[in-house]
């Protein structure tokens, strides 16, 4: 796995965690405000990657769509325990991506946000009601290997973006160095 795909890979992981979630969105400030309680904010925000919707009407083709984005943030009131109608949709810039792309992937999910759905949540927020929400707002995420243009097309298309701050990568095993260890383990 290659050094961009790690610092990607380990943002995504981050942001997985809602607590991170909410991290990132301090660095987005009308987004930061939209989260119901600060207080208890792990009953505030269900964060999910790679979201999938299920479409209520029969007449498409596919009932089940994975959205092309890399995050689902949903809002949710942590009294009542019930989504708010805020989902905020978070799209890192992936490596060798380029800007077309990246906005491919945001019109995708906005074409798909157009028809009657409800979430696929995780099993810890199934008791949720999960149908569509009232707000999508896109939220684009570049990092260090992100080229300028991408941050310029951004700015120059008025899309909320933030920059990532590094986080600490977690890297596998050197393969090489576990073989290395096999062979000279003692026998006995």
């Not at 607590?19 to 600060?38: D, G, Q």
């Amino acid at each position: 796995m290659s050094n961009l795909q790690l610092q990607y890979d380990s943002l995504l992981s981050h942001y997985s965690n809602p607590l991170e979630a909410i991290a990132l969105l301090r660095e987005y400030r009308p987004y930061f405000e939209l989260i119901p309680s600060l207080r208890r904010p792990s009953d505030s925000l269900i964060s999910i990657p790679f979201p999938v919707v299920q479409f209520t009407s029969s007449n498409l083709s596919q009932s089940h769509l994975q959205l092309q984005c890399d995050l689902a943030l949903i809002m949710c009131d942590p009294d009542w325990k019930v989504k708010t109608g805020q989902e905020i949709f978070v799209f890192i810039h992936r490596p060798n991506e380029d800007f077309a792309s990246l906005l491919q992937r945001w019109r995708q999910v906005e074409v798909a946000l157009g028809e009657e759905y409800y979430w696929l949540l995780p099993w810890k927020h199934r008791s949720i009601i999960s149908d569509r929400g009232e707000h999508h707002y896109p939220l684009f995420v570049t990092l260090d290997y992100s080229p300028a243009r991408i941050t310029k097309g951004l700015e120059g298309a008025s899309l909320p973006h933030v920059k990532a701050a590094p986080i600490a990568i977690e890297r596998p095993p050197d393969l090489e160095e576990e073989q290395d260890d096999a062979i000279f383990e003692p026998t006995e």
